[in-house]
Every structure is written in C-alpha cells, then in structure tokens.
C-alpha cells in the first residue's frame, strides 16, 4: 500500500510555471507506475501524464503539447509535474496516482490506478 501526498499548487498567471510533487510513502514506489490525473470545475477527471516504474517510459495527454514533464525521483520516493506556458484552462485540481505493475509500462486509464492522493489546486489567471 503506499499514501500519497501533493504539493506545490497555487495560483499564477498566464504563461507562468510550476512544479507539483507527490511524496509517497510507504514501500517499493520504484514497483509502482504512477500517474498526474486533473479535473476542473464541472468537468470529468482527465490524464495529464504518467511515467512507468523505471522513470524510462512517459506518456502525455495531447492537450500537454510539450509544456509538461512528467519525472520521478525513486530514491526519495516522490513524482514531480512540471508545468510551463500556463493557461487559463490549466486550472483544476491536479491529482497524483500510483499502479502496481510488474512491467515497465504506464497507462492514462483512471481506473487502473488504485491508490490516489487528495489533490492540490492550480488556478491560472488570464
């Protein structure tokens, strides 16, 4: 079982940056293939990003177009979103999940990941 916490929301303007973390504990987060999930006001949960255990192996949402990274630090447990060239329809909830897997792969499927944290919100003004 591993908990999950975020960080590193807030509000900022239009065509700023910013970095959220994920800090896992509990053991093995190198067996986990994690994942950046989102949803804004009024709409469904989206996938924003996901890297497989290794850290080797990325997947991105089309609308991320090159302006997010998705990265992980094993040795000290944590996933990191960075976040470039904001827009206004960036702002939402941002949402960090983890997957058992024994390979080295990701998916942007919701229902594959099995454990969630409890969000931190980005809201980028125009």
């Known amino acids: 079982q591993v908990q999950l916490v975020e960080s590193g929301g807030g509000l900022v303007q239009a065509g700023d940056s910013l970095r959220l973390s994920c800090a896992a504990s509990?053991?093995?987060?190198?067996?986990?293939?994690m994942a950046w999930f989102r949803q804004a006001p009024g709409k469904e949960r989206e996938f924003v990003g996901a890297?497989?255990?290794?850290?080797?192996?990325?997947y991105y949402a089309d609308f991320v177009k090159g302006r997010f990274t998705v990265s992980r630090d094993n040795a000290k447990n944590t996933l990191y979103l960075q976040m470039n060239s904001l827009k206004s329809e960036d702002t939402g909830v941002y949402y960090c999940?983890?997957?058992?897997?024994?390979?080295?792969?990701?998916?942007?499927?919701?229902?594959?990941?099995?454990?969630w944290g409890q969000g931190t919100q980005v809201t980028v003004s125009s």
């Open positions: 999940a983890a997957d058992w897997r024994v390979s080295d792969t990701a998916n942007g499927e919701g229902s594959s990941y099995d454990y």
């Open positions: 509990g053991r093995a987060f190198g067996h986990y293939a």
């Open positions: 890297v497989s255990r290794s850290g080797n192996n990325l």
